[in-house]
């Protein structure tokens, strides 16, 4: 965020909101030295503070109104008035205009630009009246990149590599003087994929072509088909960014990219595994800027949000999260530690991998290589002095049984195990084999979740439910009218039907009864009767409340959720 304005004491500012510490502030002041950049960046860039809380305490500071662009619907008549390349050097979004009474209105990270200001009159006529808000720069930077179209021509790339014709599209806004179309080429693909919000990349080789997909939503989809010729070249330019062996083509190797693409730092986990046809490259997507959400926006039921609230207030214990892979468990996880993320607690991960980086948090990964697994790495964290622990995962017996020993020395400890509902998440406990004893008293609960697509609100169509599908719905056969909706497909979801993903949650907490019960060997039956009687709902009931509420379809929750049963 800039602060090149009239001067704000902001250090003191921030000091004395206690957004940071004296001592946060004196490291800052000296790496802004040493960059030579405005102290608000310079937070920023350490995690000392949010651009968000940067923004709105500037635009507090100086009578300005800030704007979160995230949440901004801009207007495509007004960006087309400015230049693309003007708009990225004064870092200055449109939002609207307002053809009758010539106003525009703009979003700047510097809203005492004076200059790019007049600059904007004598674009538009000195009679344009201009409204700033203030915005930060990786937003405003990862806007343009969104709202001017997209920078790199993947087809224009291809046209280069075939006919030796430079591609001027891509060109004119590459950020190096040259690049090799073949750089260009795979930069495109890696920021084209980011910007339609895949969560991984496949590169797959076949006999006479390599096939790209993207898994958009948790699902997969063909983006495009090129030429067996790229696939080597493709695959080389990888493993270097990657930082792999190009010689190594029979072994398995895992890598890692980290890369600046609209505004923000993106890291990608890299995978090659040898097939008949070549090696099969996998990029896992890790965008911090969707990595953490808070409590609040993840769509719990006022009654799982109570009982998830009362585990977490609980001073030792563990709390699970399970559900199948890529299901959203780190995510979840992460969240749950941010919300409780502060200074007067200590709080150290063991990862594998460490996906996003947090502020205040003690990351550590598992090295196989240093003979540090999980049950390792749990042990030597118990020696530094933590207050809440998160565990990756549990896989074996000796991970649980370091995970409840850290529980029952008064710790709060966070990790997953694969099961297929929350009560059957205890099942799998005991399967790697954990005492029964060893679990009553020191789980606080259990979160199972899976991730549903939404429907896209565009182009949904409702309509009467049928006869089986009142059935799964739990709804009367004979009673009133219910609208539930189909997908359909639209521009403005690519023609998929849906846009974006939630979570679908149970959570089931646990009391004395259900210690008990645990105890004394009972069924899953009996104890999701106890549970139920306490109010829990299952994965399926919170997905029909999604359907019921018009937020996805019923094909869709039972894509991820067994609703069979549900009929009788």
């Known amino acids: 965020m800039s602060d090149n304005r009239p001067k704000v004491m902001l250090g003191e500012l921030l000091v004395e909101k206690g957004v940071v510490s004296?001592?946060?502030?004196?490291?800052?002041?000296?790496?802004?030295?040493?960059?030579?950049?405005?102290?608000?960046?310079v937070l920023v860039e350490m995690g000392f503070?949010?651009?968000?809380?940067?923004?709105?305490?500037?635009?507090?500071?100086l009578g300005q109104q800030s704007v979160d662009l995230s949440k901004v619907v801009v207007d495509s008549e007004a960006v087309k008035l400015v230049p693309k390349e003007f708009a990225k050097r004064v870092r200055m979004l449109p939002l609207s205009y307002n053809k009758r009474t010539n106003h525009l209105t703009v979003a700047m990270s510097n809203t005492f630009n004076v200059v790019a200001l007049d600059q904007i009159r004598s674009l538009l006529g000195e009679d344009v009246n201009i409204t700033t808000l203030l915005a930060g720069d990786a937003q405003i930077d990862g806007a343009i990149d969104q709202f001017f179209g997209f920078e790199l021509s993947v087809d224009g790339i291809i046209r280069e590599m075939e006919t030796g014709e430079v591609d001027q599209?891509?060109?004119?806004?590459?950020?190096?003087?040259?690049?090799?179309?073949?750089?260009?080429?795979?930069?495109?693909?890696?920021?084209?994929?980011?910007?339609?919000?895949?969560?991984?990349?496949?590169?797959?080789p076949e006999a006479s072509f390599l096939r790209i997909r993207y898994r958009i939503d948790g699902v997969m989809r063909q983006i495009r088909s090129l030429h067996a010729n790229y696939r080597s070249m493709i695959t080389v330019r990888l493993k270097v960014m990657a930082g792999l062996n190009i010689a190594e083509?029979?072994?398995?190797?895992?890598?890692?990219?980290?890369?600046?693409?609209?505004?923000?730092?993106v890291d990608f986990r890299v995978s090659c595994m040898a097939t008949t046809c070549g090696?099969?490259?996998?990029?896992?997507?890790?965008?911090?800027q969707k990595g953490i959400i808070s409590l609040e926006s993840m769509d719990f039921t006022d009654d799982s949000l109570a009982n998830l609230k009362l585990m977490m207030a609980r001073p030792e214990g563990i709390i699970l999260v399970t559900g199948p892979t890529g299901s959203g468990k780190t995510t979840t996880l992460y969240s749950l530690l941010n919300s409780i993320n502060n200074e007067s607690i200590n709080i150290m991960t063991?990862?594998?991998?460490?996906?996003?980086?947090?502020?205040q948090i003690r990351q550590s990964q598992v090295n196989p290589a240093a003979k540090m697994g999980f049950a390792e790495g749990v042990r030597a964290m118990l020696r530094q002095d933590p207050d809440v622990i998160l565990v990756g995962e549990i896989?074996?017996?000796?991970?649980?049984?370091?995970?409840?020993?850290?529980?029952?020395?008064?710790?709060?400890?966070?990790?997953?195990?694969?099961?297929?509902?929350?009560?059957?998440?205890?099942?799998?406990?005991?399967?790697?084999?954990?005492?029964?004893e060893l679990l009553a008293g020191n789980i606080i609960g259990v979160l199972g979740q899976r991730l549903i697509r939404r429907l896209c609100t565009q182009c949904r169509q409702p309509y009467e439910p049928g006869a089986i599908e009142r059935q799964l719905l739990g709804l009367d056969r004979e009673g009133g009218a219910v609208t539930i909706y189909r997908d359909v497909g639209c521009s403005h979801c690519d023609h998929q039907g849906y846009k974006g993903r939630q979570a679908i949650l149970e959570v089931l907490r646990f009391d004395e009864a259900l210690d008990e019960l645990l105890v004394h060997s009972a069924t899953f039956s009996e104890m999701e009767r106890a549970a139920r009687a306490k109010g829990f709902q299952s994965l399926a009931e919170d997905g029909i409340r999604c359907v019921l509420d018009g937020r996805t379809t019923l094909s869709e929750v039972s894509r991820v959720v067994d609703l069979t049963q549900r009929i009788q």
Do not use: C, W
């Open 22 to 41: 004296q001592d946060q502030l004196r490291i800052a002041l000296t790496e802004q030295k040493r960059q030579d950049n405005p102290l608000g960046k």
């Open 49 to 61: 503070v949010s651009e968000g809380v940067m923004r709105d305490i500037l635009g507090e500071a």
């Open 169 to 204: 599209v891509s060109m004119a806004n590459y950020s190096h003087e040259y690049s090799q179309p073949l750089v260009r080429l795979v930069d495109s693909l890696l920021s084209d994929a980011v910007k339609r919000g895949a969560s991984d990349i496949h590169f797959e």
């Open 249 to 265: 083509t029979r072994a398995p190797q895992d890598g890692h990219i980290s890369l600046q693409l609209f505004g923000r730092s």
């Open 279 to 288: 090696e099969n490259i996998v990029l896992r997507i890790l965008d911090r």
């Open 350 to 359: 063991l990862e594998d991998p460490v996906e996003y980086p947090m502020n």
């Open 395 to 436: 896989r074996d017996k000796e991970t649980a049984e370091m995970a409840m020993r850290a529980a029952m020395t008064g710790h709060q400890v966070y990790s997953t195990v694969h099961a297929t509902s929350a009560i059957k998440a205890i099942g799998r406990l005991l399967d790697i084999g954990v005492p029964k």
